[in-house]
């Protein structure tokens, strides 16, 4: 039984997250348990579970006298995540120019092969494109081999995949994987200052971001 419990609660867990994801449950929204219960067909307290797994996640937050709501982006947080991106990002485009083996780069040019594949090709679902685009820079600092910023990366994944939603709202999505073009190239021939550069101007600024992040909610 405890293990058909477990199931039950990765199944919700993994439902929930989807949901969040793909945009069917806005940032922001109110989560209601008996809601989700009676269109899960599970329990309560099945996904009250889920949901605490969630909220660890940072997906979810669970307030005062509201009850749950899928977490959102205040202007504090998406000024903290442009810098901790331009910090991390940035720094780690240079050491993976500086450390990228022959191994590594053929890694690298097979994540924005297919990534471009996908922007040819479609479907240009932004879920999909936007994952495709967060792995692309997840790889730049898996390259760099700094133990400490793929561990940070990591831990803020689901915040960092709803900026780059973010910067895609008003945004061609067959050219999101040729914006990245210059960072890729420059990590495989070496070039360390143009790849900072690169990585730099590829992130949306926070001004803008804003801008988006407000047309998102009207």
Request: glycine residues 4%; hydrophobic residues 40%; contains cysteine.
């Amino acid at each position: 039984m405890k293990i058909n419990k477990q199931s039950l609660e990765d199944q919700a867990t993994e439902f929930i997250k989807h949901m969040i994801v793909s945009g069917e449950l806005s940032l922001g929204e109110k989560i209601v348990e008996s809601s989700l219960s009676k269109q899960l067909e599970l329990s309560r307290s099945t996904v009250r579970m889920a949901l605490n797994t969630l909220a660890h996640e940072g997906l979810v937050v669970q307030k005062p006298y509201v009850g749950w709501q899928v977490f959102d982006l205040s202007d504090e947080d998406l000024w903290e995540l442009y810098h901790l991106r331009v910090a991390i990002e940035s720094q780690a485009a240079v050491m993976a120019a500086e450390k990228a083996t022959a191994e590594d780069k053929l890694a690298l040019r097979q994540v924005y092969d297919e990534f471009c594949q996908l922007c040819q090709n479609g479907p240009l679902e932004l879920v999909t494109v936007c994952q495709k685009d967060f792995e692309l820079h997840r790889k730049v600092v898996e390259i760099s081999t700094s133990p400490k910023f793929l561990k940070i990366y990591d831990q803020i994944a689901n915040l960092l995949k709803s900026y780059i939603k973010l910067t895609h709202t008003d945004y061609d999505l067959s050219q999101s994987a040729v914006s990245h073009k210059g960072i890729v190239e420059a990590i495989i021939c070496g070039d360390g200052e143009r790849a900072r550069f690169e990585s730099k101007q590829n992130i949306t600024t926070f001004t803008e971001l804003g801008r988006l992040a407000s047309q998102a909610s009207a």
